[in-house]
Antibody, heavy 119, light 107 residues
């Protein structure tokens, strides 16, 4: 059973960079034809896809965040990471990582981590 | 970006009822439509992929269908644990987009 777990600071100051890591267990991040994704969800609101990465390092980002987002992967640690630069209060949300399944559905999710942007 | 319009935004129903949630895509997405259930404070849970393929372990009272760019999630015989939020999501092309969500409430 694949499991994902987000980790990182819960509080980030405005204009700084938000950094989160997703650790995958129960399977290799390098196995199969899977992408790995990040999402976010502001309190009481819907889901926003941030971007995805393949084991090779190939990425796709949401154009709404493209200039501020970097997703990377470390296959040796079975982890992938998110960096979001120049954050503002509007970036306050619960951030989720997930596996992209074979139908480009999101079949396994982390539990989510709340990141608050505040001075 | 492909826009997903989900309706209704909220729905009141009773245990045992049958309900239908609709999602309309702004363009053709073939059958690249997935459904998720989200309980308060929890991550979304994948229910259905490719418009109508039920994920293993998901109760058979959940069914999905497609008619052109319109997709439906039907829940037959609502159970108490079903009164949460449901989202559709298109997987036709990035950026992957979600509907606004439908909150099922107990009448």
């Amino acid at each position: 059973q694949v499991q994902l777990q987000e980790s990182g600071p819960g509080l980030v100051k405005p204009s700084q960079t938000l950094s989160l890591t997703c650790t995958v267990s129960g399977g290799s991040i390098n196995s199969g034809s899977y992408f790995w994704s990040w999402f976010r969800q502001p309190a009481g609101r819907g889901l926003e896809w941030i971007g995805r990465i393949y084991a090779s390092g190939s990425t796709n980002y949401n154009p709404s965040l493209n200039s501020r987002v970097t997703i990377s992967i470390d296959t040796s640690k079975n982890q992938f990471s998110l960096k979001l630069s120049s954050v503002t209060a509007a970036d306050t949300a619960v951030y989720y990582c997930a596996r992209v399944g074979t139908s480009f559905d999101f079949d396994y999710w982390g539990q989510g981590t709340l990141v608050t942007v505040s001075s | 970006d492909i826009q997903m319009t989900q309706s209704p935004s909220s729905l009141s129903a009773s245990v045992g009822d049958r309900v239908i949630i609709t999602c309309r895509a702004s363009q053709s997405i073939t059958s690249s439509l997935n459904w998720y259930q989200q309980k308060p404070g929890k991550a979304p849970k994948h229910l259905i992929s490719a418009a109508s393929t039920l994920r293993s372990g998901v109760p058979s009272r959940f069914t999905g269908s497609r008619s052109g760019t319109d997709f439906t999630l039907t829940i037959s015989s609502l159970q108490p644990e079903d009164f949460v939020i449901y989202y559709c999501q298109q997987s036709y092309s990035p950026p992957y987009t979600f509907g606004q969500g439908t909150k099922l409430e107990i009448k």
